[in-house]
């Protein structure tokens, strides 16, 4: 079964730092991109970040750009988002998602995690 | 970035209904938009990529149609599990932007 599921979500204070983590699992994980895209509470969904099959070229929402960075270790099959200098703004669920096409940055997402929650608040 | 619009907001109807949801392109995009059904507290579920190819799974009930800058979803005859927020986002290019949403509710 093709599974993706996050973890590391928390509350933390303003100005502080988090690392979520994404296993996947069921498909061939280093010949697809993979995304994380985010919801805040009562809001609609915001891309945040992408990264390509071999890790070799990543992307992400102005938003976030500076303050997070994404990355990959095929061999472990797992996807991150280290998030630093985390704002209120920044409370949302997080999802990791599957590149449905292949090796594709801009593509729909066909598998999507269960989602993490990150808190910003003092 | 390309701005998504959908309309409407939210729409309430009845098990049975046909319901049309629309999605507007700020620039053209093809046919590179997608269609998601999120339900409360669960991740979103590609419905319908490329416009119009319905995903394994889901029912002939949704179809989607549309190229350039102007799309639809439609949902025909209305069943109870359907009743949730349904999301349209292009895949033309890098930043992937999403409307922001269509609540369908009885």
């Known amino acids: 079964e093709v599974q993706l599921l996050e973890s590391g979500g928390k509350l933390v204070q303003p100005g502080g730092s988090l690392r979520l983590s994404c296993a996947a699992s069921g498909f061939t994980f280093r010949t697809y991109a993979m995304s994380w895209a985010r919801q805040a509470p009562g809001k609609g969904l915001e891309w945040v970040s992408g990264v390509s099959g071999s890790g070799g070229v990543t992307k992400y929402a102005d938003s976030v750009k500076g303050r997070f960075i994404i990355s990959r270790d095929n061999s472990k099959h797992t996807l991150s988002l280290q998030m630093n200098s985390l704002r209120a703004e920044d409370t949302a669920v997080y999802y990791c998602?599957?590149?449905?096409?292949?090796?594709?940055?801009?593509?729909?997402?066909?598998?999507w995690g269960q989602g993490t929650v990150v808190t910003v608040s003092s | 970035d390309f701005q998504m619009t959908q309309s409407p907001s939210s729409l309430s109807a009845s098990v049975g209904d046909s319901v049309t949801i629309t999605c507007r392109a700020s620039?053209?995009?093809?046919?590179?938009l997608n269609w998601y059904q999120q339900k409360a507290g669960k991740a979103p579920k590609l419905l319908i990529s490329g416009a119009s190819g319905l995903q394994g799974g889901v029912p002939s009930r949704f179809s989607g149609g549309g190229s350039g800058t102007y799309f639809s979803l439609t949902i025909s005859s209305l069943q109870p599990e359907d009743f949730a927020t349904y999301f349209c986002q292009q895949s033309y290019s890098v930043p992937p932007t999403f409307g922001q949403g269509t609540k369908v509710e009885i």
């Open positions: 998602a599957k590149s449905l096409s292949g090796d594709y940055l801009s593509d729909a997402f066909d598998i």
């Open positions: 620039q053209t995009i093809s046919t590179y």
